[in-house]
């Protein structure tokens, strides 16, 4: 499915081309921090996820929980399943927030584990729900790249659905802490630096940035 942007608010939701390349390959040299080993392998954590289940983010403005429906996007919904079991999502910063439109997250604090998962993307599915005020969707960078970048849906948004963005969950808890994030950054956290520099370059550049404490599956 070839994407066709029509705005910059639709292309702020993407992914880089060239960000998930080369800067994302040279990152892969840096080590692994502690507990980070079993991220390394993305081809070994393929489970598949329950029909429903519910996902927690502790951020730190607040709560909210994701309700996943594998038959609205089985292979996003065992993706995600996957991160947030497997502790990848703990640590991510909400990098890029447009008040009004969407809040986006999932590059991993450690630029080797992301350059990992740059290289196993997953196949894109058919939009069954729509982009509608909090449901969630991976980002993309074109056909068949949906990787580990998710979003929020702030408000509704028509145009993303003939996009090709497949909502696998939506939140059914805190939707209105997510108003809350940190926005005024916008789109000035550069892609290309965290996929090299993981969450040292936002700790240095952008300190106050919300992020993700902790993701379980409940």
Request: positive net charge.
């Amino acid at each position: 499915m070839s994407r066709v942007l029509p705005t910059a608010l639709v292309a702020a939701l993407l992914c880089s081309a060239q960000s998930a390349k080369g800067p994302a390959k040279a990152a892969s040299s840096a080590p692994p921090k502690a507990g980070a080993s079993k991220l390394m392998n993305p081809a070994a954590l393929n489970e598949k996820a329950p029909e429903e289940y519910k996902a927690k983010f502790v951020t730190s403005k607040g709560e909210f929980i994701v309700a996943v429906h594998r038959s609205w996007s089985p292979l996003g919904a065992d993706r995600f399943y996957n991160l947030v079991k497997n502790g990848f999502y703990d640590g991510s910063v909400f990098f890029r927030v447009l008040p009004g439109f969407v809040a986006q997250f999932g590059l991993h604090p450690n630029p080797a584990v992301q350059a990992k998962w740059e290289k196993a993307p997953i196949k894109d599915e058919k939009v069954i729900k729509r982009n509608v005020l909090g449901y969630v969707s991976f980002a993309a960078s074109g056909a068949d790249t949906r990787s580990t970048q998710v979003f929020i849906n702030l408000k509704d948004n028509p145009d993303l659905n003939v996009q090709g963005f497949t909502p696998f969950g939506d939140v059914v808890k805190g939707i209105g802490m997510t108003a809350l994030l940190n926005g005024q950054h916008r789109d000035k956290p550069n892609q290309q630096r965290i996929l090299r520099q993981g969450n040292a370059y936002l700790k240095s550049a952008f300190p106050d940035l919300d992020y993700i404490k902790t993701a379980t599956i409940e």
